[in-house]
């Protein structure tokens, strides 16, 4: 049996989130009081008690989904054996601190500073993203390499599933074009801006010198990146694909599919609700075994 870890992104927070961990447990909780004092404000009493609207905010959400990941695979204690983990976007901060790869203080302060760069990024400049289906990755990447303007492939889902992001003149054009070329959908999402995009450069200049001010080590296993969709557990790769990442387009599905073809037989989802990536993960091979840890 080989298990991969996989570790959720921005949009799988939900009410009441790490509430039960923090009642339950003491090593849970003592991580929850040092992560309100690292961040400076109580983000354990937004999550616990925070309506939906306060969880989206970026600045709130980023830190609650790494929090909530993290601690639940520390609580696994012995338990916790990967021979390989990726995470979604942000999630790769949380499977790299689980892995060993950066402590946990140093994780959660440049998720805080990551959400800060974002969200600044995204008030820079009206931009979005779509969720493109039914049409073939190829088709979406030479439809967006005609547009004027900045719009790109930004997450490489699933099979069948691409999001595009960029300036909202040229992601609304693209939608329409892609439409007209077969996609069954094209849909504008909720999001602040245009994640892992050119738009995102100036948050990507900000995390750098924090990324390079950070102690990386060797994690325990190998990580997948969302850059290349490589494996790797050199520090230096590793840090550099981490600062990549703002701009660079989440390869997803080209994980998934290098974790198959590498021998993962088992996936554990961990955090958020559970389901996301597993459900990813089921358009590759539905008959992957694959639970929430």
């Not at 709130?60 to 204690?77: C, D, E, M, N, R």
């Not at 001010?213 to 994690?219: A, D, R, V, Y």
């Not at 790769?237 to 088992?266: H, Y």
């Amino acid at each position: 049996m080989k298990k991969a870890y996989v570790f959720p992104g921005q949009a799988s927070q939900f009410e009441g989130m790490g509430k039960d961990l923090y009642e339950n447990s003491s090593l849970a909780k003592d991580l929850f009081e040092q992560a309100n004092e690292i961040l400076g404000y109580r983000i354990s009493d937004i999550m616990f008690t925070g309506t939906a609207e306060d969880l989206k905010q970026t600045r709130v959400t980023q830190p609650s989904v790494f929090l909530h990941s993290v601690i639940k695979a520390k609580l696994a204690g012995d338990a916790f054996q990967p021979d390989c983990v990726a995470g979604h976007s942000l999630g790769e901060f949380s499977a790299l601190v689980a892995a060993g790869g950066i402590s946990f203080e140093d994780g959660l302060r440049l998720v805080q500073k990551r959400a800060f760069a974002m969200q600044k990024a995204c008030e820079a400049e009206p931009s979005t993203m779509a969720a493109i289906l039914g049409l073939a990755d190829e088709k979406i990447e030479q439809i967006c390499a005609e547009i004027e303007g900045v719009v790109v492939p930004a997450n490489y889902n699933s099979p069948g599933q691409l999001v595009i992001s960029g300036s909202v003149a040229a992601v609304t054009e693209a939608c329409e074009r892609l439409k007209a070329a077969g996609a069954k959908r094209a849909l504008v999402l909720p999001v602040g801006g245009a994640f892992h995009s050119p738009l995102m450069k100036p948050a990507e200049d900000e995390l750098r010198e924090a990324i390079e001010n950070t102690e990386f080590k060797e994690p325990i296993c190998w990580l997948y990146q969302n850059v290349d969709a490589g494996k790797h557990r050199s520090p230096s790769v590793i840090r550099e694909n981490l600062i990549q990442q703002l701009t660079a387009p989440v390869r997803w599905t080209q994980i998934m599919r290098g974790m198959l073809e590498d021998g993962v037989t088992n996936v554990y989802e961990v955090g958020g609700n559970g389901k996301t990536l597993r459900g990813m993960f089921a358009q590759v091979d539905r008959n992957l075994a694959t639970e929430a840890l």
